[in-house]
């Protein structure tokens, strides 16, 4: 699964709070799931909620989620696009341990398409399967930055998150 090293290299990357601590960021994989059809492939689908954590955060929550709302644009637009996952698929906690931290916990429902294709290895006997692996790029949507850009995210007069969005490749 490559997401979610994604979402925690962007988010890392975009707030300044978990760029002095990373480890105040936790993720997990719940309610994981493999769709496969019987077919000729062994081609498969990743399905899982993708539970991250910051622990002990005291900056605004909107560094969290602006950036992360900007990442699923580009990994996962159908959440974004489709009115009934739009509904359910983003979910989040919170936890006001005092007057300046919380614990913000975030829930997103997740896909990954995985391409398994027989390969041919020149070094392996006939009797020998090589299959090559190779996890699918999300389609390109409307909207999505199609060109190298800078991103910042403010509050007020108070700078919340930035960041830099590479150009899509098709």
Do not use: C
């Not at 105040?24 to 991250?52: C, E, H, P």
């Not at 644009?73 to 509904?87: A, G």
């Amino acid at each position: 699964m490559l997401k979610p090293h994604s979402l925690r290299t962007h988010l890392t990357a975009a707030t300044p709070e978990l760029q002095n601590d990373p480890d105040k960021l936790s993720i997990f994989i719940t309610n994981g799931k493999i769709v496969a059809a019987g077919a000729a492939s062994l081609s498969f689908v990743y399905r899982y909620t993708l539970k991250l954590v910051v622990l002990d955060y005291s900056s605004h929550a909107d560094a969290i989620m602006v950036p992360m709302l900007a990442w699923l644009r580009t990994e996962q637009v159908e959440i974004l696009e489709n009115p009934d996952l739009r509904e359910r698929s983003f979910r989040f906690e919170a936890e006001y341990l005092n007057k300046e931290t919380i614990d913000l916990s975030i829930e997103l429902d997740l896909t990954e398409r995985v391409i398994v294709s027989p390969g041919a290895d020149p070094d392996s006997p006939e009797t020998t399967k090589r299959y090559n692996v190779k996890h699918a790029a999300e389609p390109p949507h409307v909207g999505v930055v199609q060109r190298a850009e800078r991103i910042e995210v403010w509050f007020g007069d108070q700078p919340l998150a930035a960041w830099d969005f590479e150009p899509v490749k098709n």
